[in-house]
């Protein structure tokens, strides 16, 4: 399989339960995100690592708790979410991270539909 | 605050129209402007334009960079249905490497 994958496609969960989103790519890549996609809102960074090194946590609450085993594989643990955590969660992954000495575009997985109830 | 705008927000044409979708920024440091398109639901990668006036160009889709008037248009000619998407548009800086992302533009084209 090629590219990358993200699983499960859709999940409910009650604002009890604890579940983990998880990322899977294909490509070689050093660099994994995750996004939040609320509708008709921009994308929003949420947890970004280089080399399995987490280098960005743009102020996400602690009921989100990211994960990275190795280059290729990226989780999100959910844990007591509120129902405006609903969205989709996008994956992505890139060579690098961007803003070195070099642009690297950045490849998304198809989401996880994620509604809290 | 570093920000990119994307019009319009929607816009509906017929097939074997052209369509030309905007993207503004204001951002310090400006690196590159990346364009994708989400028809369910992963946005897939366009184009990446660093250079002003150098037209990037895949099929009927092409893009191009106005560094000083700080925009970006992407043009689709002689559009069909599967275009029909929404067209994002992202910014990255040197002082970071997080992409400031636009709302994205709607197109939904008629048969």
């Known amino acids: 399989e090629t590219g990358v994958t993200q699983t499960p496609r859709h999940l409910v969960m009650g604002m009890t339960n604890k579940k983990s989103l998880k990322c899977e790519q294909h490509?070689?890549?050093?660099?994994m995100y995750w996004y939040k996609q609320s509708a008709k809102k921009p994308l929003e960074l949420m947890f970004v690592?280089?080399?399995?090194?987490?280098?960005e946590n743009n102020s996400v609450p602690s009921r989100f708790s990211p994960e990275c085993p190795n280059s290729s594989h990226l989780f999100l643990h959910l844990h007591t979410l509120q129902p405006e955590d609903s969205a989709l969660y996008l994956c992505?992954?890139?060579?690098?991270?961007?803003?070195?000495?070099?642009?690297?575009?950045?490849?998304f997985g198809p989401g996880t539909r994620l509604t809290v109830t | 605050e570093d920000k990119v705008v994307q019009s319009p927000l929607s816009l509906v044409v017929h097939e074997g129209d052209t369509v030309t979708l905007n993207c503004s920024y204001e951002?310090?440091?400006?690196?590159?402007l990346l364009w994708y398109k989400q028809e369910k639901k992963a946005p897939t990668f366009l184009f990446m334009l660093?250079?002003s006036g150098i037209e990037k160009k895949s099929g009927r889709l092409s893009s191009i960079l106005d560094k000083k008037e700080l925009f970006s248009i992407l043009n689709i000619t002689a559009t069909q249905t599967g275009d029909s998407a929404v067209y994002l548009c992202?910014?990255?800086?040197?002082?970071?490497?997080?992409?400031?992302w636009g709302a994205g533009t709607k197109l939904i084209i008629k048969p």
């Open positions: 992505a992954s890139s060579l690098r991270i961007f803003g070195t000495s070099e642009s690297y575009e950045q490849y």
């Open positions: 490509l070689g890549h050093n660099a």
């Open positions: 690592y280089n080399f399995k090194e987490q280098t």
């Open positions: 951002v310090t440091n400006f690196r590159s």
């Open positions: 660093t250079s």
């Open positions: 992202a910014v990255g800086m040197d002082s970071n490497y997080q992409l400031i």
